[in-house]
């Protein structure tokens, strides 16, 4: 019986999962890795760590079946997209920590960019809104802050990766810098439309061609890995950012489909098919996973902070144990006796794109409790995905009729019970949260023959539990409007 190992980095943990045929997850190994936080609202990963944790789950999740390289099929890759990896060609080493996609340092290039008018043509290229979050003003900001590194580039000594092509050069020796489509896409250096990176981008942020990774269909044999690595070559033939996988993994294959994944932010994708959306309602139009050249595409509404505000409550506050507790918290109280917590640590996301807003809690008293707080921090995450989904329903035309949801909040019952509340529509949740991990799965098992085709894959998705709305129209509305002024609050600290 052979498996498709399914190598998930994300943004706090790597995992390695093996999939059956059936999409059964068979086995699994997780690791955390540091967060580093350097400065205010500045976020670093060591890459090195990155590859090592990897490589360590990768030869656990092998060890817990008792498999060699000839039991896995295929590797499929996804990764927290954005994060900036800057290399030398010759030793392999970063020449400097990773700069992760939470981070807002290059806030004043994109400020700049915005000011000199050219946030209308990034957007008619890339069809990303202009702002730190991408790659794009990251590799600038490392080649003009790390010494000798402009010089470098300029000499083709140094590469650039996303956390896909990194985890590709190291697995296969450093034969291999690609990237895909959808990893491409969220640079603000790709043409979304010509499929080509773009000269004038590269121009604009001073970055030289020789840097970037060749760009190639999500599901497509990149290489094999290194001999050494696992005891044999194994077909690396899958990679995709996270979001997208996820999209692929619940199935969303038509027009219309859409999912929501509660991971460390929040991401609510929907596939448009062959046609890109320009949105008007503060979205993005990205590329969608896809098993061939002819590629599919997405709008994409972008939540910084959802899983992290509960481990802020777990981590920096200490007022939960346990992610898992933050259930028990929020069943024990009513409602949030008035209070909201918009966990705008990182600025807003989608669709209000503000750099400098800052989290806040508001509207408390003095009955506000611990219970009240924790409440009000999960359904923060509820908020920020209805208020996505109104801007997609905008955009595109269609009402949301029905949501699908992965990642790992999506566990909890009270939030996905309070997510059908504010959406007045179903909410579904399939038997495998691991999405993302399965995306990458069938991309890389459909490149190589593992599954025949989408059927194969239709056909193993099953639903978990579907949560229905109850909630009265007048007591939904009431707490949006409530919201909606939290919102305001955040923005307003942003403010010169």
């Given at each position: 019986m052979q498996y498709i190992m399914s190598l998930d980095q994300g943004t706090t943990s790597s995992r390695c999962i093996l999939f059956d045929k059936s999409g059964n997850i068979c086995s699994v190994v997780n690791k955390e890795?540091?967060?580093?936080?350097p400065h205010p609202g500045w976020v670093e990963h060591d890459a090195n760590e990155?590859?090592?944790t990897t490589y360590e789950v990768a030869h656990a999740a092998m060890a817990k079946l008792n498999v060699s390289a000839k039991d896995i099929a295929a590797i499929g890759i996804t990764n927290q997209r954005e994060t900036t990896i800057v290399w030398d060609k010759e030793t392999g080493e970063p020449i400097a920590n990773a700069i992760v996609w939470q981070c807002r340092r290059t806030s004043d290039i994109i400020d700049q960019l915005v000011k000199d008018g050219h946030a209308d043509e990034i957007r008619a290229k890339t069809g990303l809104i202009p702002d730190a979050y991408f790659s794009g003003s990251k590799i600038q900001w490392l080649l003009d802050n790390v010494p000798g590194a402009r010089r470098?580039?300029?000499?083709?000594?140094l590469l650039f990766g996303t956390v896909d092509t990194w985890l590709i050069w190291k697995l296969t020796g450093g034969r291999v810098h690609v990237t895909d489509y959808t990893n491409a896409s969220r640079t603000m250096?790709?043409?979304?439309?010509?499929?080509?990176?773009?000269?004038?981008l590269l121009k604009l942020l001073n970055i030289p061609a020789s840097m970037l990774p060749d760009v190639k269909p999500s599901s497509y044999i990149y290489g094999k890995s290194d001999f050494e690595m696992f005891g044999g070559e194994i077909p690396i033939a899958g990679a995709a950012g996270d979001q997208q996988c996820a999209l692929f993994g619940q199935c969303c294959f038509e027009p219309g489909t859409m999912k929501n994944t509660y991971g460390t932010?929040?991401?609510?994708?929907?596939n448009t098919g062959t046609t890109p959306v320009e949105s008007k309602n503060g979205l993005v139009t990205t590329i969608a996973a896809s098993t061939s050249d002819q590629v599919n595409y997405a709008l994409e509404g972008s939540i910084f902070i959802a899983g992290a505000a509960i481990q802020w409550l777990r981590d920096e506050l200490g007022v939960i144990t346990s992610a898992k507790e933050s259930q028990e918290f929020a069943l024990k109280v009513p409602d949030t006796a008035g209070g909201y917590v918009v966990p705008a640590f990182t600025g807003l996301g989608a669709p209000f794109w503000s750099q400098r807003a800052r989290g806040c809690v508001v509207g408390i008293t003095r009955g506000f409790s611990r219970a009240h707080l924790v409440r009000a921090t999960l359904e923060s995450l509820a908020y920020q995905t209805h208020d996505i989904a109104r801007a997609m329903e905008r955009d595109s035309g269609i009402p949301i009729a029905e949501l699908?949801?992965?990642?790992?909040a999506s566990a909890n019952n009270f939030l996905m019970q309070f997510q059908?509340?504010?959406?007045?529509?179903?909410?579904?949740r399939p038997r495998c949260i691991e999405t993302t991990g399965l995306g990458a799965a069938y991309l890389a098992g459909l490149a190589v023959g593992y599954w025949e085709n989408l059927d194969d894959i239709r056909a193993n998705w099953a639903i978990d539990k579907t949560f229905h709305p109850t909630m009265e129209e007048a007591r939904r509305k009431a707490l949006i409007k409530g919201w909606d002024k939290a919102v305001k609050c955040a923005l307003l600290w942003g403010e010169e």
């Amino acid at each position: 019986m052979q498996y498709i190992m399914s190598l998930d980095q994300g943004t706090t943990s790597s995992r390695c999962i093996l999939f059956d045929k059936s999409g059964n997850i068979c086995s699994v190994v997780n690791k955390e890795f540091r967060q580093i936080f350097p400065h205010p609202g500045w976020v670093e990963h060591d890459a090195n760590e990155i590859w090592d944790t990897t490589y360590e789950v990768a030869h656990a999740a092998m060890a817990k079946l008792n498999v060699s390289a000839k039991d896995i099929a295929a590797i499929g890759i996804t990764n927290q997209r954005e994060t900036t990896i800057v290399w030398d060609k010759e030793t392999g080493e970063p020449i400097a920590n990773a700069i992760v996609w939470q981070c807002r340092r290059t806030s004043d290039i994109i400020d700049q960019l915005v000011k000199d008018g050219h946030a209308d043509e990034i957007r008619a290229k890339t069809g990303l809104i202009p702002d730190a979050y991408f790659s794009g003003s990251k590799i600038q900001w490392l080649l003009d802050n790390v010494p000798g590194a402009r010089r470098r580039a300029a000499a083709g000594k140094l590469l650039f990766g996303t956390v896909d092509t990194w985890l590709i050069w190291k697995l296969t020796g450093g034969r291999v810098h690609v990237t895909d489509y959808t990893n491409a896409s969220r640079t603000m250096l790709f043409n979304i439309h010509t499929l080509q990176w773009d000269e004038d981008l590269l121009k604009l942020l001073n970055i030289p061609a020789s840097m970037l990774p060749d760009v190639k269909p999500s599901s497509y044999i990149y290489g094999k890995s290194d001999f050494e690595m696992f005891g044999g070559e194994i077909p690396i033939a899958g990679a995709a950012g996270d979001q997208q996988c996820a999209l692929f993994g619940q199935c969303c294959f038509e027009p219309g489909t859409m999912k929501n994944t509660y991971g460390t932010g929040c991401f609510l994708l929907m596939n448009t098919g062959t046609t890109p959306v320009e949105s008007k309602n503060g979205l993005v139009t990205t590329i969608a996973a896809s098993t061939s050249d002819q590629v599919n595409y997405a709008l994409e509404g972008s939540i910084f902070i959802a899983g992290a505000a509960i481990q802020w409550l777990r981590d920096e506050l200490g007022v939960i144990t346990s992610a898992k507790e933050s259930q028990e918290f929020a069943l024990k109280v009513p409602d949030t006796a008035g209070g909201y917590v918009v966990p705008a640590f990182t600025g807003l996301g989608a669709p209000f794109w503000s750099q400098r807003a800052r989290g806040c809690v508001v509207g408390i008293t003095r009955g506000f409790s611990r219970a009240h707080l924790v409440r009000a921090t999960l359904e923060s995450l509820a908020y920020q995905t209805h208020d996505i989904a109104r801007a997609m329903e905008r955009d595109s035309g269609i009402p949301i009729a029905e949501l699908k949801v992965d990642g790992g909040a999506s566990a909890n019952n009270f939030l996905m019970q309070f997510q059908a509340d504010l959406l007045g529509a179903d909410v579904y949740r399939p038997r495998c949260i691991e999405t993302t991990g399965l995306g990458a799965a069938y991309l890389a098992g459909l490149a190589v023959g593992y599954w025949e085709n989408l059927d194969d894959i239709r056909a193993n998705w099953a639903i978990d539990k579907t949560f229905h709305p109850t909630m009265e129209e007048a007591r939904r509305k009431a707490l949006i409007k409530g919201w909606d002024k939290a919102v305001k609050c955040a923005l307003l600290w942003g403010e010169e």
